[in-house]
């Protein structure tokens, strides 16, 4: 990764070749200056050294301030603000210094003079700050990318997590022995439950390709997941949904079906004792919460996984963290959804 520490002494390098180049060299045509070499050395090396400290520490300290892409405007003009007059300072003092150690006596403090050498100054600052601009921006870029490809591998993890749940032989043995009960009793329901069901896996199959979903489309599918337990626990599971005005938001895909999973997988399902989830979304604070009663299986593993990666998947995508509130009496996870841009 591009970072301060490695460009740092090619930065200099390429600085100093730079003003000896376009500003020292022409002194070999003037009148004869004793070690003039060594001077315009000395001068090149002095002047570098304060151009670019300055602008090092101004941009590394105004980084670290305001590093959001938010806020880059207002980086670049604190920036500007400190050495903006700082280059005019430069420019002044390079006068007596170029004047002592290259002129010998010659008095050169005259306004084209300082204009020339504050602009001078103020070019080689100006590169300076475009220098670690381009810096920051590559190592956002980099650090988007890292992120992006670690969400992308996270994806296929819960991809293949949630599949693999739902496909081991226990989830199958039930879903057909349901199936096999509709085909009997009722042939259009069967037909419904195979649509749902064949919607659940194409659902889980594609909702990863993407980082967000909408949070309706994410609904209808929570629906439709619930619908099948439903026809598994006809008595036994209830859902409590509120969820309007939800076409403009965005969350991370299979959210919802990771908490409904959750709580179908820790807690007793009867009809003595239903479970109750309920998903509910408030558009005024952007912010969604699933809920369920506790009553958990004390014989289950808790592996804690599905959280985990909702969890993970929420950090990479710079969303809120979610909360998670656990008492004796329920279980509930709310998060933030973020405004679609259209």
């Known amino acids: 990764m591009i970072s301060d520490k490695k460009v740092r002494p090619y930065a200099y390098l390429v600085f100093g070749i730079m003003f000896y180049l376009f500003f020292m060299l022409d002194m070999f045509f003037w009148p004869s200056i004793p070690n003039l070499l060594i001077k315009t050395v000395v001068a090149t090396v002095l002047f570098t050294f304060l151009v670019w400290e300055p602008v090092r520490l101004v941009a590394l300290w105004a980084y670290r301030r305001w590093q959001g892409v938010q806020d880059s405007l207002k980086r670049r003009c604190v920036m500007a603000a400190i ?3 700082y280059a005019f300072l430069l420019g002044f003092s390079r006068i007596f210094v170029e004047s002592a150690l290259l002129v010998w006596g010659i008095d ?7 204009l020339t050498f504050s602009g001078i100054s103020l070019l080689f600052i100006s590169l300076g700050i475009v220098f670690y601009e381009v810096v920051f921006y590559m190592e956002r870029w ?3 990318q890292q992120e992006t490809n670690e969400l992308r591998k996270l994806n296929l993890h819960m991809q293949f997590d949630s599949l693999k749940v739902q496909i081991q032989p226990h989830f199958l043995f039930n879903t057909m022995n349901t199936l096999i009960g509709l085909i009997e009793r009722d042939r259009d329901g069967a037909i ?3 649509e749902e069901l064949s919607y659940v896996y194409r659902y889980l ?3 990863n390709q993407s980082n967000l979903i909408n949070l309706e489309e994410e609904m209808k599918f929570a629906r439709i997941y619930f619908s099948l337990l439903k026809t598994r626990y006809p008595e036994g599971i209830f859902l409590d949904e509120k969820v309007e005005d939800a076409g403009q938001y965005e969350l991370p895909p299979l959210s919802l079906q990771i908490l409904i999973e959750n709580a179908v997988k820790h807690n007793v399902i009867t009809r ?3 479970l109750r989830v309920s998903i509910h979304f408030d558009a ?3 912010r969604v919460v699933v809920s369920n009663n506790c009553q958990p299986k004390f014989y289950v593993l808790k592996s804690g996984y599905g959280l985990l990666h909702l969890k993970k998947k929420f950090e990479l995508l710079s969303l809120p963290e979610i909360v998670i509130d656990l008492n004796q009496d329920y279980f509930s996870v709310s998060f933030s959804v973020i405004k679609a841009i259209i």
């Open 83 to 85: 050495l903006v007059p």
């Open 108 to 114: 050169i403090f005259i306004i084209p003079v300082f």
């Open 142 to 144: 980099q650090s988007t």
């Open 192 to 194: 419904r439950f195979t």
């Open 205 to 207: 199959l594609e909702a």
């Open 272 to 274: 003595a004792n239903p």
């Open 284 to 286: 005024a604070l952007q």
